[in-house]
Nanobody, 126 residues
Framework: QVQLVESGGGLVQAGGSLRLSCAAS????????MGWFRQAPGKEREFVAA????????DYADSVKDRFTISRDNAKKTIYLQMNSLKPEDTAVYYC???????????????????WGQGTQVTVSS
């Protein structure tokens, strides 16, 4: 079993920054493909960023490229999402997700991730 706990959300003005963290349980964190997704009210959950097991491969949604940075510390069993130049349209609940099998490097498909955190709210005011 893998448990994921997100933290770091909050209220920030447009143009500001936040850093989300996701701490994982489990013995083989370095074997998990990890991702961040978000869901705004009335919208479907959407891909934000993903990182491969060793951190060598990373992908971002076009809407966050050049503003967000995903990273991982396998020794701490934690991934991060540094969010800069935040916009009101970034307002959503942000979820951390883990895949233990089935993904060669990373995936933008939420259906391939078997474990999810409870989410952390990010609100960006204009």
């Amino acid at each position: 079993q893998v448990q994921l706990v997100e933290s770091g959300g909050g209220l920030v003005q447009a143009g500001g920054s936040l850093r989300l963290s996701c701490a994982a349980s489990g013995r083989n964190f370095n074997a998990y493909t990890m991702g961040w997704f978000r869901q705004a009210p009335g919208k479907e959950r959407e891909f934000v960023a993903a990182i491969s097991r060793n951190g060598a491969r990373i992908d971002y949604a076009d809407s966050v490229k050049d503003r967000f940075t995903i990273s991982r510390d396998n020794a701490k069993k934690t991934i991060y999402l540094q969010m800069n130049s935040l916009k009101p349209e970034d307002t959503a609940v942000y979820y951390c997700a883990a895949a233990t099998t089935g993904i060669p490097y990373y995936s933008t498909n939420p259906g391939l991730y078997g474990y999810w955190g409870q989410g952390t709210q990010v609100t960006v005011s204009s």
